[in-house]
C-alpha cells in the first residue's frame, strides 16, 4: 500500500473512532456500545467486562497521556492484566513499555 502522506490502520481507525465515541456518548450504554465495538474490531471473540472495563481505561489514558496506568485503570476499575493487555493493543506500545509486562489483545 503506497501513501503520500500518512497511512491509518484499520486498527488505528478503529481506535479514532472509538475514542470519539467515548466523548460524545451521553450514557453508559453508548459507551459501552463504543467500546464493545471496538474490542470487536481490534479481534476479540467474547467481550467480557473486564475488557471493556480495561478497554476504556486505554482510550482515557490516550486522551491523558501523563495519566499514569494506575490511575488509567483502577478509575474505570479494570484489573492490572487486562489493562496491560489491552493497552498494549490498542496503543500500540510496546510489551512493558510503562508498568509491567503485557501481551497482545
Known amino acids: ?8 490502520t484499520p486498527r488505528q481507525r478503529a481506535v479514532d473512532v472509538a475514542r470519539k465515541h467515548i466523548k460524545i456518548a451521553r450514557t453508559d450504554v453508548e459507551l459501552q456500545q463504543a467500546v464493545h465495538t471496538l474490542a470487536l ?5 467474547r467481550v467480557e467486562e473486564g475488557t471493556i472495563k480495561a ?6 489514558q490516550m486522551d491523558h497521556p ?28 510496546s510489551a512493558g513499555a510503562r508498568e509491567g509486562s503485557s501481551a497482545e489483545l
Open 66 to 93: 501523563l495519566m499514569s496506568d494506575k490511575e488509567a485503570y483502577t478509575s474505570k476499575g479494570a484489573s492490572l492484566s487486562n489493562f496491560n493487555k489491552v493497552a498494549t493493543g490498542v496503543a500500540g506500545r
Open 41 to 45: 474490531a481490534l479481534g476479540a471473540t
Open 55 to 60: 478497554l476504556h481505561a486505554a482510550l482515557v
Open 1 to 8: 500500500m503506497r501513501c503520500a502522506a500518512i497511512c491509518v
